[in-house]
């Protein structure tokens, strides 16, 4: 029997491109045995957890567009899955669920920001939204995506593009992130081009596909042009962009044709009757353009932006540096196509050439994408093997199996929020039915602004080399904070527990440094105080000169080194057979 999974999210007949690769997408899985079951907007506004749950695993197709998608975070709270993410930048997503939780006041916002951003980040953001100019309606915002909290209760993550995996990566290293290429089932017809006569433009009219830039670029071309140039604009168009629309009307040389919303006929025929596509996102909110990804696959030449995810597409694609010189660089290159029809000809014939690639290459996107679910689809079951057997067994939360297990979500890269971690809780909270009074809990924040002020020294205890695998060190913490660092009970998920880590970094190589098992504080550190304890710390394999960072590390928030922090850094030769130590 194939992979149960409920996918959830917006479904046809919705107008959202999501919601048409969620069709295109289900019909592809269900040819390789994967049952789907549709959940939507309405299922998903009336569903509880049970009817999630009864599948092998839950897939949530997100987006940035409220309507479509803010329904889904309560859900994903609930039932942790996988989520296909289609857009990084999540800012105004989570901003307009505050908004609707009557939450978004500057102490709401500023709390949710805290922990995924540094405070002057977070000042400014909060003296935008109440200047009336949020950081979700500026450019800037793609510092500031605000993925992480819809990400964090993640069993999975997928996602369209290097560009969107580096950030998801770089903020959750214990999630697994899969990028897969965005592909469709393509019956259209693809014809030759030989002349560029039609310019297509598609997709809503939102300020940032940079309509500006199109309309300073057909000014410039206009007296140059040798024969008429058709634009088509399919889509409904936001008043923002009337003006440039305006200004595109009066050119003499230009015949504009506004379409308006297409269905799926018109905008096959649009795509068969056009020459290039231009299709310009500046800032890119790390999305993926449904219409680029078409358009390609029926050979239609497209010039696109030079960053996120179009700065990954194929070569054929002509792509232009997302700056003030844009206009010029368009208009310059559009000259150079009209005027030699042969050049035109030959990229066209490039890229009808790609688009037969592209095709067949959808069926290998969905064979991956099964993949991928095929194997969350097991870890997730033997999640639920194990927090069964924990629950019954009621163990000893302060034994040395507990902490084995509930280092799992550390070791092992599985999130905190899953069921293995909420059924060691339950365990423990039935082994144990009351706290000492006195026993000071792990944060279940992320830590205030000034938490992170710390300075870690390791003691060699005299030693400059030795002969073992895994070294034993001593590392002083002194806490110069207000508020004290204290591991989660081996029995608790780690969420916003403070941990030791330590990361190798190779020198005179230029890879991110590798992260490693974590190691739990054995007691509270209490503010201006110190503690000493021993960590174990293994060596890595291959010989060469190395820098040990030991830093502490807020689980799901940051490394205290990124904050405040003063971590302890070492200078390590790994030998043949033996390891010289010194301070950094």
Known sequence: MGVRIAMVGPWPPETSGIADYAADLAGQLEMRGVRVTRVNKADGMSADSALLESHDLV????GNHASHHAWMLPLMAQVPGVIHLHDMVLHHLVAIALDRQGCLTPEKYAQTLRGWYPPRARNLAVAA???????WA?????????FEPVVRAATGVIVHSEFAAKALRASFPYIPVHVVPQRYTISGERRQRSLLGTICIMGSGEKNRRFDWIADALEQVNDELQHPLTVEVA?????????DIERVA?????RLNLLGRVDDRLFDSVFSRADVLIAFRHPTMGETSAIVSKALQYGLPAVVSDQGWYAELPSCVHKIKASGDAPMALSKFLLGHLDRPDVFAAWAAECHAMAEYLVSGARQAARTYAGILAEAAAVARLRS????HLAAWKFDPDGILAGCVAGIDVQC?????TELGLAISAASRDAHKTLDEDETLAPSEPLPDGGFRCRLEVDLQGRSKVQKEVLELQVRIDNLSDVPYTSPRPSQPPDFGIFIGYHWHKKGESTAPDENPRTRLVE????????????????????????????LVQEQVAWFRHKEGIPAVLAVSVDADQIFICPA
Do not use: C, W
Request: aromatic residues 4%.
């Open 59 to 62: 897939v949530y197709q997100m």
């Open 524 to 551: 509270q550190v209490a503010p201006q105080g110190s503690s000493s304890q021993t960590m174990r710390v293994k060596v890595p394999k291959e010989a060469g000169d190395y820098d040990l960072i030991i830093d």
């Open 129 to 135: 939204l109440e200047s009336g100019l949020p950081v």
């Open 385 to 388: 093997r194990v927090a069964d």
């Open 138 to 146: 500026q450019e800037s915002v793609v510092s500031m995506p605000l």
């Open 413 to 417: 890269g599985f999130p905190a929020r």
């Open 250 to 254: 009066k050119l003499g040389n230009i």
């Open 235 to 243: 889509g409904q168009l936001n008043p923002a962009v009337e003006q």
